[in-house]
């Protein structure tokens, strides 16, 4: 009897190791399905990728017709410039942003300009607006303007094409 009892004893350990690696398997296999449910079911989140609006007005902005400018009128400094800004006055974006944008206006124009920022900051359009502007070889170029302003947010946006007198 005691051989029939060890044989048992082993036999069940034996199923009971099997039963084990059996349960273990199955709970793999599962975590296995799971992870395939969701790969295949969620759609993977992209990374901070800029909508297709974003993209546009990303791609208007640096289009080379014009130059366009955002300016924070308070602080008299443009926020934000196409490459066609650089091109044509000859400074690097990081040059133009830090200073005042009135720094590179021609003295005789401070006052005109002045007085069209207050304009613009009273909310009024400006359209046709003339004034000179300091390149980066120290000559003056004329530029007429168009521009609005964002009240709420004290911001311009502007264009300007450059005057060439023949």
């Not at 009024?124 to 120290?138: K, L, P, T, W, Y």
Request: hydrophobic share 40%; net charge negative; proline share 2%.
């Amino acid at each position: 009897m005691a051989n029939i009892e060890v044989a048992e004893e082993t036999d069940a350990e034996l199923r009971g190791g099997e039963i084990r690696a059996l349960r273990a398997r199955i709970k793999q296999m599962e975590q296995e399905i799971v992870g395939l449910r969701a790969e295949r079911f969620v759609p993977e989140i992209p990374e901070a990728k800029e909508s297709a609006a974003e993209r546009a007005i990303a791609g208007f902005f640096d289009q080379p017709l014009v130059m366009l400018f955002i300016a924070d009128l308070v602080e008299g400094r443009f926020l934000k410039v196409n490459q066609k800004v650089c091109e044509v006055l000859g400074y690097s974006e990081k040059e133009i942003l830090e200073s005042s944008f009135l720094d590179r206006v021609h003295p005789d124009d401070h006052r005109k300009t002045m007085h069209e920022m207050e304009r613009l900051a009273a909310g009024e359009q400006s359209v046709g607006f003339r004034n000179r502007h300091r390149d980066a070889d120290g000559n003056y170029r004329v530029f007429d303007w168009t521009s609005t302003v964002d009240a709420g947010r004290e911001l311009c946006y502007a264009m300007a094409i450059e005057v060439v007198e023949s």
